[in-house]
T-cell receptor
Framework: GAVVSQHPSRVICKSGTSVKIECRSL??????MFWYRQFPKQSLMLMAT?????????EQGVEKDKFLINHASLTLSTLTVTSAHPEDSSFYIC????????????FGQGTRLTVV | AQRVTQPEKLLSVFKGAPVELKCNYS??????LFWYVQYSRQRLQLLLR??SRESIKGFTADLNKGETSFHLKKPFAQEEDSAMYYC????????????FGQGTELSVKP
């Protein structure tokens, strides 16, 4: 199956700093990637849809100036949490589809962000 | 509004017992339904989808449009089935984004 890789898998940062999370499709090109946030033992909440070469589409209630998404190439999307606060601590997961018509999404291993 | 509901947060069964994880959805149209599984310390992965009508690892799920349900079933649970199970919905013309249910933790005891 297709592989989606996230980096880093864990990050601890100080309050007020910014953190960048990378999501790469290793063996396929992904014109669309998705960013989710997951709280412990809870569901995945879709944050935004990342489109290669264009602006991301954010879900209602997600601050686009706080969660900056860049999808500069067909294999890389980045999520930057700006001016992080403790309440941003969470598990962030990206996913990508193989081709526009494909329904199956492949998920990254996730990034555990802890803001202290 | 689009919504996926998994009423059970935790389901605990003994090995060999039948298991059914419930999923109900709300969507104005014909969505695609999926079950994703997350084993301990592993990433989320697709278990099955309603379009395929397949059985994966002994699990099956039938889409019931009348009841707007997509329950996941397995006749004889195994210990290795212990995991978090998420029901998800994808609507047409929505670019493939998934709406997830709250998840059900399945615990299969020996």
């Amino acid at each position: 199956g297709a592989v989606v890789s996230q980096h880093p898998s864990r990050v601890i940062c100080k309050s007020g700093t910014s953190v960048k999370i990378e999501c790469r499709s290793l063996d396929f090109q992904a014109t669309t990637m998705f960013w989710y946030r997951q709280f412990p033992k809870q569901s995945l909440m879709l944050m935004a849809t990342s489109n290669e070469g264009s602006k991301a589409t954010y879900e209602q209630g997600v601050e686009k100036d706080k969660f900056l998404i860049n999808h500069a190439s067909l294999t890389l999307s980045t999520l930057t949490v700006t001016s992080a606060h403790p309440e941003d601590s969470s598990f962030y997961i990206c996913s990508a589809r193989v081709g526009q018509a494909a329904r199956e999404a492949f998920f990254g291993q996730g990034t555990r962000l802890t803001v202290v | 509004a689009q919504r996926v509901t998994q009423p059970e947060k935790l389901l605990s069964v003994f090995k060999g017992a039948p298991v059914e994880l419930k999923c109900n959805y709300s969507y104005s149209g014909s969505p695609e339904l999926f079950w994703y599984v997350q084993y301990s310390r592993q990433r989320l992965q697709l278990l099955l989808r309603h379009i395929s009508r397949e059985s994966i690892k002994g699990f099956t799920a039938d889409l019931n449009k009348g009841e707007t349900s997509f329950h996941l079933k397995k006749p004889f649970a195994q210990e290795e089935d212990s995991a978090m199970y998420y029901c998800a919905l994808s609507g047409h013309n929505q670019g493939g984004k998934l709406i997830f249910g709250q998840g059900t933790e399945l615990s299969v005891k020996p």
